[in-house]
């Protein structure tokens, strides 16, 4: 465990992507606009504040700026781009909120599956693991997002949203 974290903020970031896993994947699943999926929705953002602001404090794999904080800056903007529309409440912000936030758990997956490959290959593969498993779980999350959009629509034409 000692390989795995290294510091306070490691341990904090750790426990904060572990819950942001958690919720992100109960929101996925749940019935959307219910007070459930509200506050899991929330626990899912301050998790994902916790693990973004942490990221920033963690320089050990590059001695410096890396790829992963260039992903969380992604995933800050991701996170206000889906929080955006809810807190408008304009014409199509269900469906602007329910794609990004989408994309959001998304790219959490990625980060997870690429943290989980660089323990397991050499870091002469990096870049190669990174972008391999980073890529199917983009592609899965398109294909599920597109579905999810789809169901929404067809919701919203027969007045059940």
Known sequence: MQNLISSTTGLVHLISALLALVFGTAVLFMKK?????KK???LYLIAML???ATAFGI???FGGFGIFHYAALLSMFSLI???YPAY???S????QHLEVMLWSVVGLYAAFAAEISVRFFSSTYFFWVV???GGIISTLGYYYIRNQKRKYKHQKTTNNF
Do not use: I, K, P, Q
């Open 81 to 83: 781009g889906g929080m």
């Open 40 to 42: 899991a929705g929330y």
């Open 50 to 52: 916790v693990m973004n």
């Open 92 to 95: 199509g912000w269900h469906l």
């Open 131 to 133: 972008g391999l498993s």
């Open 88 to 90: 408008r409440r304009r």
């Open 33 to 37: 606009g219910t007070s459930v999926h």
């Open 59 to 61: 320089y050990r794999l």
